[in-house]
């Protein structure tokens, strides 16, 4: 680990809530350490918590819809979830497109996609 | 506000999130004029490196207001029809910053020289 936002796994799903501001550094270790633990435990989806989130402005949202992008590189899907509403308003309104990550409500819902989004790949 | 640093861009959007609070704007209000702010102020520090923002409160009869002006002496910018119409960057970013900061503001206004700097001046009234 490089940066200090934890990763969890559970089974073949990693969990990450962004809850720190995404500085330049910050986001860079971010996205070298899902990488990395991608590639060292197969994780087969990645879930990206963002509920801790009250600002989501061009920069942070290129560094989430860059990460997932990454992550399906390496076949992984990844759910971004618990977007606020005023979030997910002034996004659209901006015209910033999140291609690359699909999006869920909570957690729970996340997690339910990602199994979702593998039984389609069987 | 002095910008010099990213650690700064944080510190103006923390300064206009509290005055928006502060005076009771809505939380969908208050993200659009936070995000604004931030990508504004990004682009002073990522193209300019150093610049100032003021933030004040305005009334226009019996409104209230935010104005957040951003003035830096950087580049400039050569072409700006083609940065209000957005998907245009020369940094690192999609293009949409100052084209969506506009989009969630009640007023903006953009002047620009090449090799003289920029300023750029939003208002975000609050919905009553």
């Known amino acids: ?122 | 506000m002095l910008i010099a640093s990213e650690d700064d861009v944080i510190l103006v959007r923390k300064a206009v999130r509290a005055l928006a609070e502060s005076h009771g704007f809505d939380t969908f209000a208050t993200a659009a004029l936070t995000t604004a702010t931030s990508e504004l102020t990004r682009n002073v520090w990522v193209y300019a490196r150093r610049g100032q923002v003021l933030i004040e409160e305005v009334t226009n009869a019996d409104r209230t207001g935010i104005r957040v002006t951003f003035r830096d002496e950087g580049p400039g910018i050569a072409d700006i029809p083609r940065v209000l119409a957005g998907g245009f960057s020369t940094a690192r970013s999609m293009g949409l910053g100052v084209s969506g900061s506009r989009r969630l503001v009640d007023a903006f206004d953009l002047q620009s020289e090449p090799g003289r700097g920029t300023t750029v001046e939003i208002v975000k009234w609050k919905t009553t």
């Open chain 1, 1 to 122: 680990m490089r940066g200090t936002i934890p990763i969890l796994r559970l089974g073949d799903v990693l969990i990450t809530t962004v809850h720190v501001e995404l500085r330049d550094a910050v986001a860079e270790a971010f996205q070298a350490d899902i990488l990395d633990a991608i590639e060292k435990g197969h994780a087969r989806g990645l879930v990206i918590d963002i509920s801790g989130l009250d600002m989501v402005d061009t920069y942070v949202a290129r560094i989430l819809a860059e990460t997932g992008r990454m992550a399906h590189l390496m076949g992984t899907d990844t759910v971004l979830c618990g977007m606020r509403a005023e979030v997910a308003a002034t996004l659209v309104r901006m015209g910033y497109p999140m291609d690359g990550v699909r999006a869920a409500l909570d957690l729970d819902e996340g997690l339910a996609l990602l199994h979702e989004l593998r039984r389609e790949k069987k």
